[in-house]
């Protein structure tokens, strides 16, 4: 008889070289055998997460690991989990397991580190910064941890010194990642301390550092341009009419699109279709890649992706819906299927094709903002470097991105004329709150609700994925509305690519 240890390996074995489904089957079967033990519950956990389960991969990854600490001594694995539940979004599971490590070992750097960085991400400013104030003690050579305490004490409300550590960091030697890293925050803390003269200087010395990261090296910057002048060349706005008088492929609720350039409001946005009680927020879940990336394996074709969508079948389209349904369920859990899914992820504008095509009936929102608002706080964050954010490390690459991203909007909306497709003015929802939502939620269907003028009640203390984690857990103001009028003169090289953006949108030049 195979026992439940036996699945357990054979489902370790099959994690380790890749074959998830397997994996995933084998740790299922152990775990219905023998449900209490963690190294099951731990690799399960692992596994799921990898294959884009998060919703119960965390839960039970977080459940092996308590067990996994209550049963053994040995911190490290407990450690090494907890951090795959903050890097996999879900800091407020990898606390508890940190600080109890620490309960256990008060000088456990790793610890430390792991509580300051998701204390940091909840918004509990206190127990960050006396976290990774230990830390540094533990470790003071770690340019590192050095970097990440001044980070913290600029997001909570030291940015004079985290400029004295960082100007002390970058007079000497650092390796170039943690160069990069502390130059931007660098920049951020001139600008929170109103030095607006030393931002400029600070993201250009982070973008020659940038340049140095192998990662930066490996990735294709044009590749995005390239995909959407593809589009362009297929455009039709004949195609598009079919596709909307074609409708949807079956009669499942049909989610809401948030989009835009990055920083320019859409998480602000999110967070108040996300105080309604009957939405469910995917909060920059890669929902629409995920679904790309299944457009492409089930139908590839070396001609346009829009023409391999035009082709699409009802059975087929039908099919892709319900991936996307599973996905969502997998990243957000059963809400996805019981509530509104409001699907809000800035460059998801990039696939604006594949929404049309497979979500006909879905309203698209746009974010827009003053493009020199959005471009500068866009270069003030430390960011991930992807083939679209790679973009972003200077400033010339942040307005010709913005033109590239925001052009391809405006092409495709007024080709789609009829659809559900409508723009948010970030300064109008600043100051004119209730009137710019309820216009938003007109074409979406989403009734008004009380709670959504209080949206950043429940923003606080909560994971958000976006950088403005922390302003949208405040009440609104506008005092990021023209913050670029501090930098008018660095700006003045950049307005070939702006121009059009400003024209299009009522800007003023100056």
């Not at 907890?82 to 456990?108: T, W």
């Not at 504008?349 to 500068?376: Q, T």
């Amino acid at each position: 008889m195979t026992t439940a240890a036996d699945l357990r390996q054979r489902g370790d074995a099959a994690f380790r070289a890749g074959r998830l489904g397997e994996a995933i089957a084998l740790l299922r079967q152990a775990s219905a055998r023998d449900p209490a033990d963690p190294r099951t519950q731990a690799v399960l956990g692992q596994a799921l997460i990898r294959g884009g389960l998060l919703h119960e991969g965390c839960a039970i990854l977080a459940t092996g690991a308590a067990a996994l600490l209550a049963a053994s001594a040995d911190f490290a694995p407990v450690l090494a989990l907890a951090a795959l539940l903050q890097q996999s979004g879900d800091p407020a599971r990898a606390l508890p397991l940190a600080e109890a490590v620490l309960a256990r070992r008060p000088d456990d750097g790793q610890a430390l580190a792991l509580v300051a960085t998701t204390c940091a991400q909840l918004g509990h400013g206190a127990r960050a910064r006396e976290a990774v104030a230990r830390a540094c003690r533990l470790s003071p050579a770690d340019p590192a941890l050095s970097v990440l305490a001044a980070s913290i004490a600029s997001d909570f409300g030291n940015p004079a010194l985290a400029r004295e550590s960082l100007a002390a960091l970058l007079a000497g030697p650092l390796p170039p990642r943690e160069a990069y890293r502390a130059s931007k925050e660098l920049a951020r803390a001139a600008d929170r301390l109103g030095d607006w003269p030393a931002v400029f200087p600070a993201l250009e010395q982070s973008a020659r550092f940038a340049a140095h990261l192998p990662e930066a090296a490996a990735l294709d910057p044009g590749r995005i341009a390239r995909i959407l002048a593809a589009d362009s060349a297929a455009l039709d706005p004949a195609m598009l009419r079919r596709w909307r008088d074609d409708g949807p492929a079956d009669a499942a609720t049909t989610p809401v699109f948030i989009t835009g350039f990055l920083r320019s409001g859409t998480t602000l946005l999110q967070e108040v279709f996300g105080a309604h009680p009957g939405t469910c927020v995917a909060d920059e879940a890669p929902l629409i890649a995920l679904l790309a990336a299944e457009f492409e394996r089930r139908f590839p074709g070396a001609d346009s992706r829009v023409a391999r969508l035009d082709r699409l079948a009802p059975a087929d389209r039908a099919a892709l819906r319900a991936y996307y349904r599973a996905a969502a369920a997998a990243r957000l859990g059963p809400e996805a299927a019981t509530r509104r899914v409001v699907d809000k992820f800035a460059l998801n504008v990039i696939d604006l094709p594949l929404i049309l095509r497979l979500f006909p009936e879905s309203a698209v929102l746009f974010m827009v903002r003053d493009p020199r608002d959005a471009c500068l706080s866009a270069l003030l964050q430390v960011m991930v470097l992807t083939p679209a954010t790679l973009n972003l490390v200077e400033p010339a690459g942040a307005a010709a991105f913005h033109a590239l991203i925001c052009g391809h909007w405006r092409q495709w909306r007024d080709a789609a004329a009829g659809a559900p497709l409508a723009e948010v003015r970030y300064e109008s929802l600043v100051s004119d709150f209730e009137p710019t939502v309820r216009a938003a939620l007109a074409v979406t269907g989403i009734d008004w609700h009380p709670a959504m003028p209080a949206f950043h009640k429940g923003a606080s203390g909560r994971y958000i994925a976006s950088p403005s984690r922390l302003q949208v857990a405040q009440p609104l103001g506008n005092s990021a509305v023209g913050r670029w009028r501090h930098h008018a003169a660095d700006f003045a090289p950049l307005m070939p690519h702006l121009a059009p953006s400003l024209e299009a949108w009522d800007y003023p030049e100056a």
